[in-house]
Nanobody, 122 residues
Framework: QVQLVESGGGLVQAGGSLRLSCAAS????????MGWFRQAPGKEREFVAA?????YYADSVKGRFTIDRDNAENTVYLQMNTLKPEDTAVYYC??????????????????WGQGTQVTVSS
């Protein structure tokens, strides 16, 4: 059982930056794909970014967000720059073992964090 704990959310003005962290309770570097998803009120949870041997991004965040991981610390980060009001959502960290296809699919991930709120004001 992998436990994931997100942190780093908050309130920021449009154009600002935030860095989210996701700390895993055990080593996830070798066989887990780590992902970030978000869910805005009244909307479905959507893919933001993922990392295993390479990185993946949703078109809406490409060029603004960067996902990376510190394997020694069992931590995954999401650097969010040039934030927009439409980025406002609860952001969730997720882990899925041996994902080879469909990294954007929530069903491929079996461990989820509790979420952290990101609010971008205009």
């Amino acid at each position: 059982q992998v436990q994931l704990v997100e942190s780093g959310g908050g309130l920021v003005q449009a154009g600002g930056s935030l860095r989210l962290s996701c700390a895993a309770s055990e080593r996830t570097s070798s066989s887990y794909t780590m992902g970030w998803f978000r869910q805005a009120p009244g909307k479905e949870r959507e893919f933001v970014a993922a990392i295993r041997w390479t990185t993946y991004y949703a078109d809406s965040v490409k060029g603004r967000f960067t996902i990376d991981r510190d394997n020694a610390e069992n931590t995954v980060y999401l650097q969010m720059n040039t934030l927009k009001p439409e980025d406002t959502a609860v952001y969730y960290c997720a882990a899925g073992p041996n994902i080879r296809t469909g990294v954007t699919d929530t069903r491929k991930y079996i461990y989820w964090g509790q979420g952290t709120q990101v609010t971008v004001s205009s």
